[in-house]
T-cell receptor, first 111, second 118 residues
Framework: DQQVKQNSPSLSVQEGRISILNCDYT??????FLWYKKYPAEGPTFLIS?????DKNEDGRFTVFLNKSAKHLSLHIVPSQPGDSAVYFC??????????FGQGTTLQVKP | EPEVTQTPSHQVTQMGQEVILRCVPI?????FYWYRQILGQKVEFLVS????????KSEIFDDQFSVERPDGSNFTLKIRSTKLEDSAMYFC????????????????FGEGSRLTVL
């Protein structure tokens, strides 16, 4: 099942700089897209979401961009902080809480 | 801050044994879910549950799996006869609303129950 793909398994960024995490999807029926953050030995924690009828949503340091024609979304974190180091999952909602997750991207923010 | 709690945090079982994983969702949430993550793989949807019945299930959720809300607070996942390939981290989640245009689609996840089948 490759409906949601995160092609970069890892990303390393200097503290204070921008982190950009990317996600591609194939199913045009997805109605919501979400980003979750996961630390080791913890469950995924919701970060930010975007409806398929919007192209941008911003919450503090986190901004998600959606390009429907390209079936691509991205998460921007600026400025990046060492505490942001975690695995980031892109997910798409298709029905009644059923989320399709990407493989995850491990972000390391170096001090 | 309210949270989803899961027990046990880790269970080791022999192949063929029954396992019950327990979850206490956030109290005012109406939708409940189980997901799992096999080591090194994606987080995968198993089942969603609303109004005391299954709303949707994946192809992974075969006859060996069942879910139950035995009382007003607990939500359980039972694996009737465990197989080696059932070894995974199982995450319970809950939400106030179903995902879709009327909501953010946000699910609140528990910390997971690690199941090891020997």
């Amino acid at each position: 099942d490759q409906q949601v793909k995160q092609n970069s398994p890892s990303l390393s960024v200097q503290e204070g700089r921008i982190s950009i995490l990317n996600c591609d999807y194939t199913n045009s029926m997805f109605d919501y897209f979400l980003w979750y953050k996961k630390y080791p030995a913890e469950g995924p924690t919701f970060l930010i979401s975007i409806s398929s009828i919007k192209d941008k949503n911003e919450d503090g340091r986190f901004t998600v961009f959606l390009n429907k024609s390209a079936k691509h979304l991205s998460l921007h974190i600026v400025p990046s902080q060492p505490g942001d180091s975690a695995v980031y999952f892109c997910a798409a909602s298709v029905a009644l809480g059923k989320l399709i997750f990407g493989q995850g991207t491990t972000l390391q923010v170096k001090p | 801050e309210p949270e989803v709690t899961q027990t046990p945090s880790h269970q080791v079982t022999q192949m063929g044994q029954e396992v019950i994983l327990r979850c206490v969702p956030i109290s005012n949430h109406l939708y409940f879910y189980w997901y799992r993550q096999i080591l090194g793989q994606k987080v995968e949807f198993l089942v969603s549950f609303y109004n005391n019945e299954i709303s949707e299930k994946s192809e992974i959720f075969d006859d060996q799996f069942s879910v139950e809300r035995p009382d007003g607070s607990n939500f359980t996942l039972k694996i009737r006869s465990t197989k080696l390939e059932d070894s995974a981290m199982y995450f319970c989640a809950s939400s106030e609303q179903a995902s879709g245009r009327a909501s953010t689609g946000e699910l609140f996840f528990g910390e997971g129950s690690r199941l090891t089948v020997l």
